[in-house]
């Protein structure tokens, strides 16, 4: 089984939408993706960068989630944009997706009452270049 890595912001967005994660079109929407024998089995989409920051979303199926994707999705934003800080928007309905988060060093920073499609509070997610064990 072969795997690559893509840089394809289009692909990484529908894939993500395909997964039910809710995200708007952006201008300056950046994609990384991780393909499996052709198939795209993850992906991380960026957008909202100012200088200082930058939102993360990411999906997969299986077992997509490898050195190899980590590295590459946090040397994007941390390396290349120079940002200090990674946000990330969770339903906080959406608990796999809360575990994921905190196992890649995520730290909540914030609920937003009503935000989520169900009604519920959505969890906002912090990362700082520091906490990023992945650069090192």
Not at 26 to 51: H, P, R, S, T
Not at 84 to 95: I, K, R, T, Y
Request: charged share 20%; glycine share 12%; proline share 1%.
């Amino acid at each position: 089984m072969s795997t690559r890595l893509i840089i394809d912001a289009e692909r990484c967005y529908q894939f993500l939408v395909e997964q039910g994660v809710t995200l708007a079109r952006a201008a300056d929407q950046q994609g990384i993706g991780l393909e499996k024998d052709g198939e795209l089995v993850g992906g991380v989409l960026y957008e909202g960068f100012n200088g200082k920051n930058i939102w993360m979303h990411c999906a997969g199926v299986g077992s997509w989630i490898n050195r190899k994707i980590l590295k590459a999705a946090f040397a994007y934003p941390f390396v290349q944009c120079n940002v200090q800080n990674v946000w990330g928007w969770v339903e906080a309905s959406n608990h796999k997706a809360r575990k994921l988060n905190e196992h890649l060093g995520f730290v909540a920073h914030t609920e937003l009452q009503g935000a989520a499609k169900d009604g519920g509070p959505v969890i906002i997610y912090r990362m700082t270049r520091e906490e990023c064990r992945f650069l090192k």
